[in-house]
């Protein structure tokens, strides 16, 4: 990486290292993603127990058809 010489450089390093105008972007999207994950893993979860009724009855449907 090339390195600014001289005072004007040093002022350049030492402004942007201290800029955070970017941060607050991110730790909304850093939010945002663990939210999504977060939704999603618990609609995993609740469509799973959801399903057990339905396979229970169709299994029990099933089985009344044979003699």
């Not at 030492?14 to 993603?33: K, M, N, P, Q, V």
Request: no cysteine.
């Amino acid at each position: 990486m090339l390195k600014p010489r001289g005072r004007q450089g040093e002022v350049m390093l030492r402004d942007f290292w201290r800029d955070e105008t970017g941060a607050t972007s991110i730790e909304y999207g850093l939010i945002a993603a663990f939210l999504g994950i977060a939704i999603i893993a618990s609609v995993r979860d609740i469509s799973v127990e959801a399903r057990k009724p339905f396979e229970t009855t169709a299994t029990t449907l099933g089985n009344s058809n044979n003699p």
